[in-house]
């Protein structure tokens, strides 16, 4: 069955960096497009990046523009989110999004 397994979250002080994985299975990674979302809380999910399935395009939300990176790699069926400059108001649940499938999101707190 499909499965997206997100990784690499976690507590970071304001200016610092993380990168996030996101592991793939069940279906043929390499043809589709995928995304990253996040959803702070008391709000509604929203999307952050996007990147198609060849990796030559991509789209960012203007909240992270120049500040986060999203990449894949097909021969590893894994995607990724390099985040960095991170403010406050990145915390938030990070998911991956693919072949109309979530994964069960990662959490990134930005806080000193």
């Known amino acids: 069955q499909v499965q997206l397994v997100e990784s690499g979250g976690g507590l970071v002080q304001p200016g610092g960096s993380l990168r996030l994985s996101c592991a793939a299975s069940?279906?043929?990674?390499?043809?589709?497009?995928m995304s990253w979302y996040r959803q702070a809380p008391g709000k509604e999910r929203e999307l952050v990046a996007s990147?198609?399935?060849?990796?030559?395009?991509?789209n960012y939300a203007d909240s992270v523009k120049g500040r986060f990176t999203i990449s894949r790699d097909n021969a590893k069926n894994t995607l990724y989110l390099q985040m960095s400059s991170l403010r406050p108001e990145d915390t938030a649940v990070y998911y991956c999004?693919?072949?109309?499938?979530w994964g069960q999101g990662t959490q990134v707190t930005v806080s000193s």
């Open positions: 069940g279906f043929t990674f390499s043809v589709y497009s």
């Open positions: 999004k693919g072949s109309g499938r």
């Open positions: 990147i198609t399935s060849s990796g030559g395009r991509t």
